[in-house]
Structure formats: structure tokens, C-alpha cells
């Protein structure tokens, strides 16, 4: 029977595989935001971590089982944590900044990649996005679920939120925009698709927030 000492050595600076976009389609943000919202008073903003997707990605990152991981010594697996919080922010705190490699045209978003993406006839050092139309919220579906929570550290009762995305909503919404098959968008680097989202994550909730709230009484009439 194999065991984690059979394996390569497991150290807080063991070498970790670079994550792609593939990797958080299959392992979701690492972390995760709760906000309280207090009957009077500030805002409260919880950060939370996501155990499950914590698992997944140091299972994706080591090449270690899951009976691995869990075998790992609790302070070796921490530093492993901490080093993956560094490298996959979770994609519910993408912002987009002045400096990043993107563009806007009026035929959607250009990102420059940091690492080209293979392609079977040709690399792509950017790729494009078109802009969304209603046909994509159809069938792509909203990026993000909210979730109400009855409790939380730092609320005292009052009533609390967690946004949670989507990993399979984006998916769809990169791949219809993209126009590029799964097999190679998947291979994008983390932070190239963690920059595209923050982008693209504004022009998408343009037009999929209060899209589906039930209209107000007022709001128009139709003639009899």
C-alpha cells in the first residue's frame, strides 16, 4: 500500500503546478465573501474559506491524493494553503485596474495573454470577447447565486449574504464569447482569465441584475 512517504517530499516550498483556468472550472474560488447587513450601522464583509474547493486545489496543484492531502502535517499544509491563496485569488474579488492588458473595441473586450494559449492551428497571445447579448444570459445563466445565511461571526442575528460564482455559468459565458472550444481556453493561466473576468464580469451583470425582478405596478400599463 502506498503512502504519503512514497511520494515526493512534502514541504511548504514542494513545487506547486501553475493553475490554469481549467483548474478553477473544476475547483471553484478557494475563498469566499460573506457581507452582514446590520438593521443599523456599516456594512460587516466576512472572508470565508471554502474547505471544499481548499481540497481541490492542492490536489490539483501537488498531484497528491485526497488521502495525501489529508495525511499532510496540519502546519505543512497550511503554508501549502497560503501560498495557494496568493496564486488563485478567488474570482468574487476580481477588480479591474487601469493597468491590466485589456482593451475595449466595439467588437467586445481584448486581452493580452501572459502565456499564449496552444491552439491546433495556431497560439493565441490574445483572445476576444464579443459583447454579451440576452441570447448568452439565456443560455448561459447568471455568474453568480445568493445565497441568505441564518449566521455568521461577525453579525449578531442580522441577516447575511454570501455571492457565490458560478464556475460553470462562466464557463459557458467565456465559450460562447470566446468562440474558442473548452480544451483550449481551459489551459489559460489563472490570472490571465482572473483579468478577463473582472472585465467582463461588469458588461454581463449590465444586462442579467434586476433583469427578472417582477415589474412594479407602476412601472407601465397596457392598454385595454
Not at 466576512?46 to 474547493?53: C, D, P, S, V, Y
Not at 490571465?192 to 444586462?207: G, S, T, Y
Request: proline content about 8%.
Amino acid at each position: 500500500m502506498s503512502s504519503i512517504a512514497d511520494k515526493a517530499i512534502v514541504s511548504p516550498q514542494m513545487a506547486l503546478r501553475p493553475p490554469t483556468f481549467g483548474d478553477w472550472l473544476a475547483c471553484g474560488d478557494i475563498s469566499r465573501i460573506v457581507r452582514t447587513m446590520p438593521m443599523a450601522g456599516e456594512e460587516a464583509i466576512e472572508f470565508r474559506t471554502n474547505e471544499g474547493a481548499v481540497l481541490r486545489w492542492m490536489m490539483a496543484a501537488t498531484g497528491l491524493s485526497e488521502a495525501d492531502i489529508e495525511a499532510v502535517p496540519a502546519p505543512v499544509g497550511r503554508a501549502i494553503y497560503l501560498r495557494l491563496v496568493d496564486t488563485v485569488p478567488a474570482m468574487a474579488y476580481a477588480k479591474a485596474n487601469k493597468d491590466d492588458p485589456v482593451s475595449m473595441h466595439a467588437d467586445g473586450l481584448e486581452i493580452k495573454l501572459s502565456e499564449p494559449l496552444p491552439g491546433p492551428r495556431q497560439t493565441y497571445g490574445t483572445i476576444k470577447l464579443r459583447p454579451p447579448t440576452f441570447g448568452d444570459v439565456i443560455s448561459a445563466g447568471d455568474i453568480t447565486t445568493t445565497r441568505v445565511l441564518k449566521s455568521t461571526a461577525l453579525g449578531n442575528g442580522d441577516p447575511a449574504t454570501e455571492e457565490v460564482i458560478n464556475p460553470d455559468a462562466v464557463g459557458r459565458w467565456f465559450l460562447r464569447l470566446s468562440n474558442l472550444p473548452l480544451p483550449i481556453i481551459s489551459l489559460m493561466a489563472y490570472r490571465d482569465a482572473w483579468i478577463a473576468f473582472a472585465h467582463l464580469r461588469p458588461l454581463i451583470e449590465e444586462i442579467t441584475h434586476g433583469n427578472f425582478e417582477e415589474p412594479s405596478s407602476t412601472s407601465g400599463s397596457v392598454a385595454a
